[in-house]
């Protein structure tokens, strides 16, 4: 019973293709990928709708205020009304723009963002797009947008556009690569590129009670989070949002943007931040694995958009919590610290494996990571003390 | 009904002679990277063409050297960006064309 | 692999390298090479080599091409400047692309089909690069490297 609820969708999809049954083999093909962009299309921009509302929700409550409450149910029908807003608004195109550039820029970021999804296993069976390098495309894609903001920046003709795709690039650049070496332990130790490998080895339990997922590994706790955090810098979310630094340069490279185009951002933006949790809840959270035995009755699918969410909420409520940082700030803590420690994931995770990935690999690795992150405390440590303010006022 | 080998071939020739087009007609500098970075694309065309095409069983020769040429034309790239900025901001100018002083 | 997706990927690509080689503006160039080489990877899923091509786009798009436009950015009072075509380079790209093809075209032995392929999964390749290949990997190590402080010391302000 449970298991033909599990596989509910594929079965769906297997009925509607029976339909076809008896035409060529590149129809079914054809069929086949047409209804899977259909439903990542469907869930994911219901998924958006849902998360823009809830998130202006959840930070108004966070903010001891209501939020959207006016638009239907509870606001639930706020993104309706917003979207109706954004389509018939003036689309304003600079004179001095790139009209081309400018116009394929908000596309492709938008393509990037809905392909990176295709790679993630959302269920048992349910991977839209099985590839044998599944991690590298996405991010290969992923890589592509780096160069659509860049084009927005530039075919806008504006200073503040141009100033906010150079930092938008500049920490995109930076924080790719602890983004990547982070993935190379759980790479390492599954050894395999494709996310439906890597969430079957996680399967399991030690000890009949904890879950075999990378995060309760010191390696891949210590991974997990710096992944998280260049997650939150890849899709500009608030602690990072230097790029689109309201107070400072308008809207960054979004600024000569405006009606659909802008929401096009806006979407991209969102649906970059689904396809990061999804593959950290993939590479460290088990993916669909449930986290305890009993409850594996319950669909894989459920748990694994329980996690996706989980994710999102621990996202909405950064942006609740912290201030924006400096660029500077930014780069220096992504050179001196986040590389390093990345780099020691990857050793830690050799050391557990060849320590035998039992209690001995968890405590050496345990080990290799706070030796590090003590050295580089100490090192990196400006020795600046915190004393009272000194105030200097004209005499 | 399959492409032939010689299909292959005959776009990396193609793609290699536009390489040869922007690298020798083009003044600009950073043309001339792109021209360069074509010719190196087609040839790694070729190398897969013809690991392809090989009979079985083999060796996967032709994709290793297509991945050490890439990383090697990433290298390349890099540092001829670095040149073309350093060049700019000695002569105010990227047209290769005037770059005819020996004394800076 | 059907003939048609290779004749209009084929196209696609060497459109865009046309454009790229022959585009007056100069950003317009660096974003058609990049879709250049997205179709060249689309060339390479066709001949099975999936990581190549993966490769491909991450290193070319991700950053050569972000690296070009970045140039193109801080060299760019001299952007309105490029008038200069060289038409001797066309000629001489005109005679080697019509020497290539003659060539390619007289070869007999260039007109065979496919055999049925294995897959090239990414852990083979892992294994050849782990085995095989490890002076080699070493050595790009080494390059990348030299490149990486070459390229810096290169572009750094000089202290005066």
Known sequence: ?395 | MTPTLQAFVLVSGALFSIGLLAALSRRHAIFILIGIELMLAAANLNFIAFWHFAPQPHQPTGVMFAIFSIAISAAEAAIGLAMVIAVYRHYHTTNVDQLDQLKG | ?160
């Not at chain 1, 669909?288 to 009755?297: G, K, N, Q, T, Y």
Request: with cysteine.
């Open chain 1, 1 to 395: 019973m449970s298991k033909s609820i599990d596989q509910v969708f594929v079965n769906a999809k297997q009925w509607l293709l029976s339909w076809l049954a008896g035409s060529p083999d590149w129809v079914i093909q054809v069929a086949s990928i047409l209804i899977n962009v259909f439903m990542l299309l469907a869930v994911f921009l219901t998924l958006f709708a849902l998360i823009s509302v809830l998130e202006r929700k959840i930070l108004a409550r966070m903010q001891n205020r209501y939020g959207p409450n006016r638009v239907g149910p509870f606001g639930l029908f706020q993104p309706i009304a917003d979207g109706i807003k954004m389509l018939i608004k003036e689309d304003i195109v600079p004179a001095r723009a790139d009209k081309i550039v400018h116009f394929l820029a908000p596309v492709l970021i938008a393509a990037v963002a809905i392909l990176t999804l295709a790679v993630i296993p959302y269920g048992r069976n349910m991977t839209p797009f099985t590839i044998d390098g599944g991690i590298l495309f996405f991010f290969a894609v992923g890589s592509a947008t780096e160069l659509a903001v860049f084009m927005a920046g530039w075919a806008s003709n504006n200073k503040f556009s141009m100033l906010g795709a150079m930092r938008a690039i500049a920490q995109m650049f930076s924080y790719e690569l602890p983004l990547i070496i982070t993935v190379l332990p759980v790479v390492m130790v599954v050894g395999s590129l494709m996310p439906d490998r890597i969430v079957s080895a996680q399967a399991g339990y030690t000890f009949g009670l904890v879950p075999r997922w990378f995060v309760f590994t010191p390696w891949g706790g210590v991974a997990f989070i710096l992944f998280f955090v260049s997650g939150l810098v890849e899709s500009n979310r608030t602690p990072f949002d230097v790029p689109e630094g309201e107070s400072e340069i308008v809207a960054g490279h979004m600024t000569e943007y405006s009606g659909f185009k802008y929401a096009t951002f806006f979407m991209a933006e969102y649906i970059g931040m689904f396809a990061v949790s999804g593959l950290s809840a993939t590479l460290f959270l088990g993916g669909w694995h449930a986290p305890v035995r009993v409850l594996e009755i319950v669909p894989s699918y459920v748990w694994f958009f329980l996690k996706l969410s989980g994710l999102l909420f621990v996202y909405i409520w950064i942006r609740g919590t912290l201030p924006r940082t400096r660029i500077d700030q930014m780069m220096n803590f992504a050179w001196k610290f986040m590389l390093p420690m990345a780099f020691t994931c990857v050793i830690a995770a050799a050391v557990w494996h060849y320590a035998g990935r039992g209690l001995r690999g968890w405590l050496w690795s345990l080990f290799v990571i706070v030796m590090v992150y003590s050295a580089l405390s100490i090192l990196l440590d400006t020795r600046r003390k915190f004393g009272p303010r000194v105030y200097r006022f004209a005499e």
């Open chain 3, 1 to 160: 692999m059907s003939n048609a997706a290779f004749v209009i990927i084929a196209i696609f690509t060497l459109a865009a390298a046309l454009a790229a080689a022959t585009l007056r503006k100069l950003m317009h160039a660096a974003l058609s090479f990049a879709v250049a080489l997205v179709g060249l990877a689309a060339l390479f899923f066709l001949l099975g080599a999936e990581f190549v091509g993966l490769a491909l786009v991450f290193i070319y798009i991700g950053a050569v091409a972000v690296l070009i436009v970045f140039t193109i950015l801080l060299t760019r009072r001299d952007v309105g400047k490029d008038r200069g075509f060289n038409w001797a380079g066309v000629l001489i790209a005109l005679a080697v692309f019509c020497g290539l093809t003659w060539s390619i075209l007289k070869t007999q032995s260039l007109s065979i089909v496919a055999p049925h392929i294995r897959a090239l999964t990414v852990k083979r390749i892992g294994e050849a690069l782990m085995t095989g290949y490890v002076w080699p990997l070493q050595c790009v190590g080494l390059l990348l490297t030299a490149a990486l402080i070459g390229a810096l010391i290169l572009v750094m302000e000089e202290k005066r």
